[in-house]
């Protein structure tokens, strides 16, 4: 049963019965001060069960001020392992870290940040089959996750269970927040359709300022506090867009959608659906395709390092695609001979390349979006054809020579 704010009623009730001890109110004694905390407030807390989606660049920042707010139960959602090109800016992980499960590893840190919180880990990817479970027990959630078909579940899921939803997002130095409140809007009321494939880079595709993900999480974690307090200024009405190289902050007001399928008036949705299919992306039936895709992403046999590849740039058998999305990063820099080919536009040219029958040998920034490439074209029967490991990075890396585009 959610309150006036959004809040399980079932949290207040726990949460009276909180009392503490000396040393934990020396731990919070600087928020108690704070009059709209005190020692009611700091029980709502301690009664609190909060969910991340996502123990990454959002997740990390925001878990660890929850947890040493005195936030009684954290439920972390993630499949992932630590990985080295994570520690810039997922500061729950650590260099120790390396290859454990995300969960794992923030629980660790989490519990050590105060050991007083309880830490509850589910290591599996969110899907429409598991999301009700998961997320039904907990109070509030806050979605950390980098990908469209995620956020749209986790919105869903939110509404139809009467969820307050802290969502955030960050690309290069930019980041977004909002508080979608239940029966106040969401989402969907946003932004009503998702980017066309291809189209919106990840954070592994454009990059991201560490420090960033750190405004942005901390953001999180402070709307979440306002919300389980019961605060009336939370950002139930508008959306809030940084640009932290610019030094800009500028605040979108926004309203629930009578027309929104899922919170509108008329409602069409009424139970969750395939988000991949709904994002436009392909569609995966079940967990041993899932194993099967990821298997092909990482099969080396059809990948080429620098030192190789290099050697093809004169062969007349080997076609170079570049695969980055925007004209004007082609423009500023690409390997001679490359063709220019936006990762959205490759299903255009499938059948023309496998006519043609050269070796393929595919380009991005740093080798993530060209892995998708090389899984399209296998998928359709190719067989000579590469992903350029670690991407125009490890081109440059070399020294090895650049052309560039006059506009």
Known sequence: ?????????????????????????????????L???????????AGAKVLFIGAGGLGSPASLYLAASG????????????????????????????????????????????PELQVQEHEVMLTSANAFEIMGEYDLVINGSDNFPTRYLVNDACVLLGKPLVDASILKWEGSVSVFMPGQGCYRCLYPQPPKPGTVPSCSEAGIVGAVAGIMGSYQALEAIKVLLGIDSVLSNKTIMMNLLAGSIHTIKRSKRASCPICGTEPTIHELIDYE?????????????????????????????V??????????????????????EYARGHIPGSRHVP????????????????????I???????????RKCLIEGY??????????????NAGLPLSVTQQ
């Open 71 to 114: 936030v009684g139960v954290i439920g972390l959602v993630d499949s992932d392992r630590v990985d080295r090109s994570n520690l810039h800016r997922q500061i729950v992980h650590d260099d120790a870290s390396i290859g454990m499960p995300k969960t794992r590893s923030a629980k660790q840190r989490l519990m050590q940040m105060n």
């Open 277 to 305: 299919q709904f994002c436009g992306l392909p569609k995966r039936e079940d967990t041993e395709l899932q194993a099967e895709d990821s298997a092909t992403l990482q099969d080396m046999s059809h990948s080429v390092q």
């Open 1 to 33: 049963m959610i309150d006036r704010n959004g809040v399980n009623s079932r949290m207040t009730a726990q949460s009276v019965l909180t009392t503490f001890d000396d040393q934990q109110l020396d731990r919070y004694s600087r928020q108690l001060l």
């Open 35 to 45: 009059p709209e905390i005190g020692i009611a407030g700091q029980q709502q807390l």
């Open 343 to 362: 990762y959205s536009e490759i299903n255009d040219y499938l059948d023309a390349w496998l006519q043609e029958g050269k070796r393929l040998v595919f």
């Open 307 to 328: 030192d190789v590849a290099q050697h093809w740039l004169d062969d007349t058998n080997t076609r170079w695609i570049d695969v980055r999305e925007e004209e004007e």
């Open 383 to 396: 067989t000579d054809i590469y992903n350029l490991d670690d991407g125009l990075l490890a081109w440059e």
């Open 364 to 374: 991005c920034q740093i080798g993530k979006r060209s892995k998708f490439a090389v």
